[in-house]
């Protein structure tokens, strides 16, 4: 449901390999709008995956089929669906973590389109609506899941 009829708010969310050597594991974009991107990247270096990663993340991919795709793909889709995305009203790209913007601004190889602006909204996810989808829908540290849950439990 859109909240605001000035702006559309995508919701980032990624997973990654680990804190000291990450490289892109799965990368999500959830709209108020309806829209959705997801892929999983085929060929991330599983050996550069910490043990919590190894533990949580790797055992959820696959739940959609043909989404993992090798990462230059994934630049180059990305880049596409952005590109579709109207601008007015104006994108805003939310994400619950500085290092999912940092990520993604790698994966499409600079910055956003002209027109998208950036928001950290950690403060604005209500906990509570949070953990009901988790506890209704599962895949936590699921980028997916992450992403349609942050935009739900948004306030």
Sequence with gaps: MQRSPWKVRYF???EFTSFDDCQLISLAIVGEDGREFY???SDFDRALCSDFVNATV???LGQFP???????QIRQELGEWLSTIPKKPKPVLCADFMGDLTLLNHVIGGKLPQGWKED??????DQQRLANYFAIHGGNHHALHDARANALAYR
């Design 12 to 14: 980032l969310d990624t």
């Design 39 to 41: 892929a999983e990247c």
């Design 58 to 60: 790797l055992p959820q």
């Design 66 to 72: 043909g989404r993992s795709i090798p990462f230059l």
């Design 120 to 125: 950290l909204v950690a403060q604005r996810i």
